[in-house]
């Protein structure tokens, strides 16, 4: 029993060290390279000139730790609806989230002209961010209920998706009545974006992924019952309806609110998962949200350095990290390898 024990805590040491050299590789890449020892100085307090440290601090910084939140919250959203729905390619967007946040998002976009909105650049903003997460809330909502009312989850997945179709559908009537210019505002936030957080977002976006990630590590006990089935997990004394209704409102925090503030971004939620049980090879969540923790901390800084040095959307990044790992899951379960 030592062993395993020795190996997972090792495996984290190295996991937070990779973090570190990413998060200081990430922060030096941009238009023009910035060597490490200069940003490790800036960010110790050392000595560097005002240049360099407002480029650092006012702009890579604020980035890099978004890319942080979003890698984190995805992952975990992920692990956590994989376990629910007991499911190796749910991911984070199962819920419909998404959704509900492109829908709020497509209709302020389309109604910023007629209230005669566009003049306000930083309105126009704030609005965007608003009606995400307004649209997930409503989507959160709807969910909600229908979980305390279903008891099979199977019924639960199945609304969750048909509201994600409706919002779907919707959107793309919208799409199709706006004009070229709000169509590619609309286009430039779904493909994701993390350069135009400002501090004032982080400010709102951090403590919001901190209490999603609270309730989620809160769930964790739930989480380990429902491995074994609802059933089970039952005669445990296991409150169903409660503990799935505060894992979907982790999720919608988490998911919700990084969709929100830098549209939705792909893969991250449904790959890391899978990774953090190859990596650590256990089943136990006391284990897998932490290690989730990191890795997804590290496949987001990953894909926006790779994102960064390309000049590519963050979307297009986490699709060709993600994918291989989604076609290697789907041929374990078909057993086509071992």
Not at 111 to 123: C, D, E, H, I, N
Request: hydrophobic content about 55%; aromatic content about 6%.
């Amino acid at each position: 029993m030592k062993q395993p024990h020795k190996h997972t805590t090792l495996l984290f040491i190295a996991l937070g060290v990779v973090a570190i050299l990413l998060l200081l590789t990430d922060m030096a890449t941009g238009d023009t390279f910035i060597p490490i020892s200069k940003v490790w100085a800036v960010l110790t307090g050392g000595e560097c000139d005002e240049m360099t440290r407002n480029i650092l601090l006012s702009i890579r910084f604020i980035r890099v730790i978004v890319a942080g939140l979003i890698g984190i919250a995805l992952s975990v959203s992920g692990l956590q609806m994989q376990t629910v729905f007991q499911n190796p390619l749910a991911d984070p967007y199962l819920l419909g989230v998404s959704s509900g946040a492109g829908l709020g998002v497509a209709l302020f976009i389309l109604g910023t002209p007629l209230l005669g909105w566009t003049a306000f650049p930083l309105l126009q903003s704030i609005g965007i961010i608003g009606s995400g997460w307004i649209g997930t809330a409503v989507i959160l909502l709807g969910v909600a209920v229908i979980s305390r009312k279903v008891r099979n989850i199977l019924g639960v997945l199945i609304m969750g998706v048909m509201i994600g179709y409706v919002a779907g559908a919707i959107i793309q009537i919208l799409q199709y009545m706006s004009s070229a210019e709000q169509l590619k505002v609309f286009t430039l936030w779904s493909m994701g974006s993390l350069g135009h957080i400002t501090m004032t977002q982080l400010a709102i976006m951090t403590p919001v992924v901190c209490i999603g990630l609270v309730i989620s590590i809160a769930c964790i006990k739930s989480l380990n019952l429902l491995l074994l089935g609802e059933n089970y997990a039952q005669t445990m004394g296991m409150n169903i309806k409660r503990s799935r209704t505060l894992i979907f409102i982790s999720t919608a925090l988490l998911t919700g609110t990084v969709t929100a503030f830098c549209g939705p971004v792909g893969f991250i939620g449904l790959a890391v998962p899978h990774i953090t049980r190859l990596l650590f090879n256990n089943a136990d969540h006391r284990v897998l949200v932490p290690g989730t923790i990191l890795t997804g901390l590290i496949g987001m800084l990953l894909c926006d350095i790779i994102a960064k040095k390309f000049l590519l959307p963050v979307n297009c990044i986490t699709a060709l990290l993600g994918v291989p790992v989604i076609l290697w899951v789907i041929a374990k379960n078909l057993r086509i390898i071992k």
